[in-house]
């Protein structure tokens, strides 16, 4: 018995029972148990409170409707820098080409270059004319851009990495005619975007400033993409295919400097024994030449 306020209170035994304590020490610590020699340690610890897991809740639970309410406008983001260079997306629809051919005429642009690789459905490279290069640069001739302002810079590219593969041809192309750029505008579809001026600036550096032009496909309210099955397509894959561009794809040094020049100068190479015939200015001075005609003729 011991005493509690002149009360004599009797004392309270806590029994265990053996077939659960044997081999289980007490150490004085934190209420800290061992068993099996030390193998098994039993301490105390924190756990969130009913509340705090509710808070914890609505948090998530906003934090992904937000996610979700922004997404849209996160993937089809336009930032315009104030260049006379435009570049197009030549795999883009043909209401795109009509914007485009639009924001080329009204923008006080000077140069305009359309990017792309071989078009869906070749197994490979065959010309620069089955390019979706060549395809977006015959889509703004018909929108009403002259064939001088154009000229379509192909990649070789087919089935990985087209957009990075793209902009590297276009660097590539500045670089062997001599063109200087510290700026231009990228004009792509709505989603995309984002992942474009990315791609665009990995290859260019910090030293060309890269803005970027979303242009919103008509089908589906981009309020509500999610009531549209596109909408859900368009966000999702673009989603995807940035969180990899941004934090899982390292292109090896040849594709990001030298890869698409080589394949360049090699099938020059074999236009110009296919031909029998020397040229000076090279295969690839031929082929701009007959697009330039082949769209003066439009």
């Known amino acids: 018995m011991c005493r509690w306020f002149g009360h ?15 081999g289980v020490s007490r150490v004085s610590s934190g209420g800290e148990r061992r068993a099996l020699g030390g193998l098994l340690v039993r301490k105390e610890s924190w756990r969130l409170s009913g509340l705090a897991r509710l808070i914890l809740a609505i948090a998530i639970v906003g934090l992904a409707t937000w996610i979700f309410l922004e997404i849209y406008s996160f993937l089809a983001i336009t930032t315009k820098e104030s260049t006379d260079t435009l570049i197009v997306e030549g795999w883009v629809h043909e209401y795109v080409l009509s914007i485009a051919a639009k924001e080329f005429k009204t923008n006080g642009y000077k140069r305009l270059f359309t990017t792309g690789g071989p078009v869906e459905g070749l197994a490979g490279y065959v010309n620069d004319y089955q390019t979706a290069a060549s395809v977006g640069a015959e889509g703004l001739v018909k929108a009403g851009v002259t064939a001088d302002a154009v000229q379509m810079v192909p990649s070789h590219i087919i089935g990985r990495d087209r957009t990075y593969s793209s902009a590297v041809a276009l660097r590539n192309w500045l670089h062997d005619n001599d063109v200087i750029v510290n700026s231009f505008n990228v004009l792509t579809e709505d989603t995309h975007a984002r992942r474009t001026r990315l791609l665009f600036e990995e290859v260019f550096g910090s030293k060309v400033r890269v803005g970027v032009i979303s242009i919103p ?25 940035y969180i990899y561009s941004k934090f899982f794809f390292w292109p090896s040094a040849a594709e990001s400097q030298a890869d698409l020049r ?5 099938i020059t190479g074999q236009r110009t024994k296919e031909d029998g015939r020397a040229n000076p200015q090279g295969a690839d001075f031929q082929m701009r030449e007959a697009f330039t005609v082949s769209y003066r003729k439009i």
Do not use: N
């Open 8 to 22: 004599d209170v009797p004392e309270m035994t806590i029994k265990t029972d053996p077939q659960y304590s044997q």
């Open 217 to 241: 496909d008509p089908g589906y309210d981009q309020r509500h993409w999610w009531r549209y099955s596109q909408g859900v397509k368009d966000v999702l894959t673009e989603g995807v295919a």
């Open 262 to 266: 080589s394949q360049r100068l090699e």
